[in-house]
């Protein structure tokens, strides 16, 4: 072999070598449209095993090519998608000419874009995501911001801006204590503690705005990866508590709607309760309603109101547990403008005045805050009262009711409960047995439910068998009259609406670990057990949300904190 050769064949080699190392694919052909050379990322991505291609045609080769058409053409193609399989190219097919514009052959240059193509997807995936995000917090009422895992502003929405007084462009990126004016950053808490902070009070923005906080951490992967805000401005929570109050205060401030008519029970002991009522309604005697929860102590209060001759003045109903802890003595009483924080403008009037010359119905009243008895013992004594902030007195008429599902006696032993406060209350007691002592009222009360939910559901069910209504007479009932009615309607709502008659087939399962007749001895064990196993199997419902537990267990939170505490329950 002549040098001319060997300085050829290195050549080759060398421009060989020079092609096989780069990342795109190349296919060379002659102006006959065979393959001169395939490089080795070309054979990967097209998946060319053989050595055995140089002199072939190249449509034989690479079946979808367009090589041969650039060869005919003379024109050049340039970033052409194509799919190869699976596999997505994008390639350039270019001709080669000589000096004088004849055909030497052609080459494309193609690159594997199945993996960026599906980036690219991601990433248009996630910019829909994002704007999809932005504008959800941008179309709610609250005012968000959200953090990195290091406590950087990320993202807020206008909301924000109208709260806080700053424009994105001068809090993202920042520490998000940027628009803290007192108090400390939630997000840097969070990023610390990797848990949720909720209701912190703290001020934001120049003008110094009071807000209630609530920061959530974002985990991915279990990884940190920062936090999202919600804050509240109080004043809005004010205007909005107000509001309710004032709906709340309308409810509390209808008649009396129930008689002696509407109460259900033929029974001895419903007998004696009715009884009792009927012969205090008429006096101004203290009367304290005594029985479990559910019972109908309320439906008492109403028609004793409606058998006395203060029907036709206020009836005024308050639970005491339902209230936040503060707020009672200012509802009971009343307060005079600036009294304390919050403090409506102009003042307002209490419960005990707006009852004045009727009837004021304390339910719960075991779960008065000690400060408030004292000062309602006081009114008892004096039947004078003295609004929040003022130093004058008022005389009131007013005729108090009193109701409570749990042990005075055992309070007032225990000091949470004042003794003279008792004596008070305890004029008249009247007890209401609990529908397990009523065994015969269970019947009439069931009819009366279902004429009651035929209303309500739209249904026409006539009665219910007798050996449905044998299996509701054996259970204990622990929730009385308000379980029952519970009870009744999960059945309804199983029926087919076209039965007219309750079956022992439409009865729920029932929860409770009733088996047999509940011993005397054991009954409060019993109840506290089955209390207990209901609240944790609400709890675990509501995944430990506990206002929405308290609504479906029919209670107030308040009480639903008081039982959780109760049965160390967390």
């Not at 108090?400 to 005075?408: E, F, G, P, Q, V």
Request: with cysteine.
């Amino acid at each position: 072999m002549d040098l001319e050769n060997i300085l050829i064949d290195s050549k080759y080699e060398y421009y060989e070598h020079a092609l096989d190392s780069m990342i795109e694919g190349v296919i060379m052909v002659n102006s006959k449209a065979e393959v001169i050379f395939i490089n080795k990322a070309a054979r990967q991505i097209l998946q060319i095993d053989t050595i055995d291609y140089v002199g072939k045609k190249v449509v034989d080769v690479v079946p979808n090519t367009r090589l041969q058409n650039v060869v005919e053409s003379k024109k050049p193609e340039i970033d052409q998608i194509q799919s190869i399989g699976k596999t997505k190219i994008i390639t350039s097919r270019i001709p080669l000419l000589d000096d004088q514009g004849n055909l030497k052959g052609a080459i494309a240059v193609f690159r594997d874009v199945t993996e960026i193509q599906r980036m690219a997807e991601e990433v248009t995936d996630l910019r829909r995501i994002r704007l999809m995000l932005e504008k959800i917090i941008e179309s709610t009422d609250d005012a968000i911001s959200v953090a990195d895992k290091d406590g950087r502003v990320v993202m807020v929405n206008r909301e924000y801006t109208k709260l806080t007084g700053f424009n994105e462009e001068e809090v993202i990126g920042k520490p998000a204590t940027i628009d803290i004016a007192e108090g400390e950053s939630v997000h840097m808490m969070v990023a610390k503690e990797k848990k949720p902070i909720l209701g912190h009070r703290l001020k934001v923005g120049p003008m110094k705005k009071d807000v209630i906080v609530d920061v959530t951490p974002l985990f991915v992967d279990d990884k940190f990866v920062g936090s999202v805000g919600v804050i509240h401005d109080v004043s809005k929570i004010l205007s909005l508590s107000r509001e309710l109050e004032e709906a709340n205060r309308m409810l509390r401030r209808l008649k009396a709607k129930y008689t002696f008519d509407d109460i259900i029970g033929n029974g001895r002991a419903m007998q004696i309760a009715i009884t009792q009522a009927k012969k205090v309604a008429p006096t101004r005697a203290t009367v304290l309603l005594r029985g479990e929860s559910g019972t109908g102590k309320e439906l008492f209060a109403h028609a004793i109101h409606n058998a006395s001759d203060r029907r036709n003045n206020p009836f005024v109903s308050v639970n005491c547990a339902a209230l936040p802890e503060g707020i009672l003595e200012s509802e009971l009483f009343g307060y005079e403008e600036g009294a304390f924080t919050g403090a409506r403008k102009g003042g307002r009037i209490g419960l005990l005045e707006e009852a004045d010359g009727g009837t004021l119905f304390l339910d719960e009243i075991g779960k008065m805050e000690l400060t408030v008895q004292s000062k309602f013992l006081r009114f008892l004594q004096e039947m004078e009262i003295t609004k929040l902030g003022s130093s004058k007195t008022k005389r009131l008429d007013v005729r108090i009711i009193s109701a409570t599902n749990i042990d005075l006696e055992e309070m007032v032993k225990a000091g949470k409960f004042i003794p003279d406060l008792y004596y008070r209350i305890n004029v008249v007691p009247i007890y209401i047995p609990p529908l397990r002592e009523r065994v015969e009222d269970i019947e009439p009360l069931v009819k009366y439910i279902i004429r009651k939910l035929n209303q309500e559901y739209g249904r026409a069910i006539n009665g219910i068998s007798s050996d449905a209504l044998k299996v509701i007479k054996s259970l204990p009932w622990p929730g009385n009259v308000r379980e029952l009615e519970n009870f009744i309607a999960r059945a309804m709502i199983n029926m087919d609406i076209s039965e007219r008659e309750i079956k022992l087939s439409s009865l729920p399962p029932y929860s409770g670990t009733y088996k047999g007749t509940l011993k005397h001895e054991g009954l409060k064990k019993s109840l506290a057990a089955y209390e207990k196993s209901l609240i944790e199997e609400a709890l675990k419902a509501n995944k430990g949300n506990r206002k929405e537990t308290a609504k479906s267990l029919g209670i107030s939170l308040r009480t639903l904190f008081y039982k959780m505490e109760e049965y160390q329950l967390k």
